[in-house]
T-cell receptor, first 115, second 114 residues
Framework: EAGVAQSPRYKIIEKRQSVAFWCNPI?????LYWYQQILGQGPKLLIQ????????DSQLPKDRFSAERLKGVDSTLKIQPAKLEDSAVYLC?????????????FGPGTRLTVT | GESVGLHLPTLSVQEGDNSIINCAYS??????FIWYKQESGKGPQFIID?????DKRQGQRVTVLLNKTVKHLSLQIAATQPGDSAVYFC?????????????FGTGTRLLVSP
């Protein structure tokens, strides 16, 4: 079974530039999550999708971050404009169904460096 | 607020020893817990999970213990190997408008010496 795919793996940008990350979840997984993991900390949920609808985006900085999951499969996370404090690893995860307690499978992440 | 935390940021053990990683949680309503292993440059990898109606669950070389009385979770790794070196996170399930939401702790780094 293929895992969660993410690209790019690394990205270096200057502050005030924009960047986009892509995620392809495990086939058949209805729920998709984007996490931000700052160095030395645990992952923090940014946004959660159930199919193509947003379930939770309470911790997403909506003035600069946006995400979409068209057709309920792939997802993109965008930052515009980036700030220095956005430097982190951005993890995508998926689970079979979020209405029950199911394991979340994580992708390798995208390491973002903002200079 | 509600949180999941770990007692020790770094744990150093010798190869072959047993390792115990601890985690405290504050939400007594949490019904599902997961331990993840994260190696450098990789995403978190599922190790083992436990539901709140259980006290203990065993996997291959790993055991998770749940003490709901004191809201404590532990991960035991038997015969620790160098390949077990990683950061370990416990995560607690919080229900949000009918959907699962995991809250992760800070993590414990396990260092295994040969």
């Amino acid at each position: 079974e293929a895992g969660v795919a993410q690209s790019p793996r690394y990205k270096i940008i200057e502050k005030r530039q924009s960047v986009a990350f892509w995620c392809n979840p495990i086939s058949g997984h209805a729920t998709l999550y984007w996490y931000q993991q700052i160095l030395g900390q645990g992952p923090k949920l940014l946004i959660q999708f159930q199919n193509n609808g947003v379930v939770d985006d309470s911790q997403l900085p909506k003035d600069r971050f946006s995400a979409e999951r068209l057709k309920g499969v792939d997802s993109t996370l965008k930052i515009q404009p980036a700030k220095l404090e956005d430097s982190a690893v951005y993890l995508c995860a998926s689970s079979l169904q979020a209405e029950v307690s199911y394991e979340q499978y994580f992708g390798p992440g995208t390491r973002l460096t903002v200079t | 607020g509600e949180s999941v935390g770990l007692h020790l940021p770094t744990l150093s053990v010798q190869e072959g020893d047993n390792s115990i990683i601890n985690c405290a949680y504050s939400n007594s309503a949490s019904d599902y817990f997961i331990w993840y292993k994260q190696e450098s440059g990789k995403g978190p990898q599922f190790i083992i999970d436990i539901r709140s109606n259980m006290d203990k669950r065993q996997g291959q070389r790993v055991t998770v213990l749940l003490n709901k009385t004191v809201k404590h979770l532990s991960l035991q790794i038997a015969a620790t190997q160098p390949g077990d070196s990683a950061v370990y996170f416990c995560a607690e399930n919080k229900w949000n408008t009918g959907f699962q939401k995991l809250v992760f702790g800070t993590g414990t780094r396990l260092l295994v010496s040969p």
